[in-house]
């Protein structure tokens, strides 16, 4: 059964990093189009970042040029790596895929930017 597992989140002050990881089990990971969402507080689920299987990256525009997604297909692993984190990018992380006809989520990892 395919499963999503996020890691990496923590609490960062603003302009610091973090690097988010998603472990993929129970799919051929390589072969699927991977996503990073977010849901902030009060908010809705909001698509961050994209991968392709064959590693073309799209990004929302409020993390252009600060959030950079990439895959390591023989670890089955996707990564979002955060860079000068603000405020608002305060939020539940979730690696999101599609098999099949079904949608995976894994649980979320927490992000907080505060000082």
């Known amino acids: 059964q395919a499963q999503l597992v996020e890691s990496g989140g923590g609490l960062v002050q603003p302009w610091g990093s973090l690097r988010l990881s998603c472990a993929a089990s129970?799919?051929?990971?390589?072969?699927?189009?991977m996503n990073w969402y977010r849901q902030a507080p009060g908010k809705q689920h909001e698509l961050v970042a994209r991968i392709t299987s064959g590693g073309s990256t799209n990004y929302t525009d409020s993390v252009k040029g600060r959030f950079t997604i990439s895959r390591h297909n023989a670890n089955n692993t996707m990564f979002l790596q955060m860079n000068s984190l603000k405020y608002e990018d305060t939020a539940v992380y979730y690696c999101?895929?599609?098999?099949?006809?079904?949608?995976?989520w894994g649980q979320g990892t927490l992000v907080t930017v505060s000082s």
């Open positions: 129970g799919f051929t990971f390589s072969i699927y189009a």
């Open positions: 999101n895929t599609r098999v099949g006809y079904r949608e995976v």
